[in-house]
């Protein structure tokens, strides 16, 4: 969508559909992504603690390197040094490995997983698909296509990348899995407050090794995350406000851009120092809510990229179209199925597990 129309999608939604439609959808988002952001910047408080720092230096200076690379740094740039940090992800394939688990059982359990039916399984489910495939990541994706400039000549290159970045993503996240599942679970752990609980639990389990390695991933992804998040939510409002919305600008050129990408850096990182903020409630909330947006995200994807007027010979394929339509339908059906567990008095459950 990006490439075939050059522009980015909360643009194209607010073309397409209307300012009103586009306003609502940007509050929508702006609400979910701070809980991401805070999310991510608790997770750079987390792993830092982990090797004795204190989280009113390490998010300081986190939030200042986070502004400044994005601040200074021109779009190739800034994308270029989050690819090197995305390196730093495979720190979480060593810990899985150096956990020991039953391989042939993290792939069994893959394809045939444990099923539960109570409203706290449909939560956690709900929030692992939404931080999966978080609609944020649906702007960003867009808006760095239209910043590098990419034509449909190209495409085949762009959808490659893709492509390769999202097997990335998985095998992280299984790897995650599975070091917790191959540790924590089998030590019958369930009381993990934060991240930092998780890899500090690894070390007597797995070894000093998986504990670092776990630390070093979770400061990485947390650096990462805390940085393309309010850069997407940025790019989210300034392009359905219409205005300038670009790295490649200055800041007297896109002064609402970045001001307002400041804004979400400060807040967020300003309400982590708070004490008593719950932390893992927010990851756990935010992500939740990823997923009940997702499926809203997905039809006006659907709806723009099957646009014959838009898209051309690129509209979408009826393959992806079924995979797309599949998967919001199956998150309508978990969000209603969660709800209606929930009104038939069954509570929803976030004590010792969930904090």
Known sequence: LGVV??????????EEFGFRTTFFLMLALLAVNFGNILAEFAGVAAAMQLFGVSKYISVPLAALLIWGVVLRGRYRTVERIFLVGCLFYFSYVLSAVLAEPDWWQAAYHTVRPTVEWNTTYLLLVIG??????????????????VERGIRPAQ?????????????????????????????????????????????????????????VLF???????????????????????????GVEASLDRSFR???????????????????????????VRVMVVSQVINGFLLPVVLVFLLVLTNRSDLMGQWRNTSVRNAIAWTTAGAMIVLSLGLLILFLAGHPIVMGANIR
Not at 128 to 145: C, D, H, M, N, R
Not at 223 to 238: H, N
Not at 253 to 279: D, K, Q, R
Request: with cysteine; charged share 10%.
């Open 155 to 211: 495409y085949r290159r762009a959808h490659a990348d893709l492509i390769s970045g999202t097997v990335v993503l998985m095998t992280t996240i299984f790897c995650i899995m599975v070091a917790c599942a191959a540790t924590l679970h089998q030590a019958g752990i369930t009381n993990i407050a934060d991240a930092a609980d998780a890899a500090l639990a690894l070390r007597p389990l797995a070894g000093d090794y998986a504990f």
């Open 128 to 145: 692992l698909v939404g931080s999966t495939i978080a609609p944020w990541q649906f702007f960003y994706l867009q808006a760095g296509e």
């Open 253 to 279: 050129e896109a002064p609402t851009f970045y001001s307002l990408y400041t804004a979400l850096i400060v807040v967020g990182a300003g309400l982590i120092l708070l004490p008593g903020t719950p932390l």
């Open 5 to 14: 129309t050059g522009k980015g999608l909360s643009d194209l939604i607010r």
């Open 215 to 241: 630390a070093v991933g979770l400061l990485m992804a947390s650096l990462l995350a805390a940085s393309i998040v309010p850069l997407s939510t940025t790019y989210v409002i300034c392009e359905g406000l």
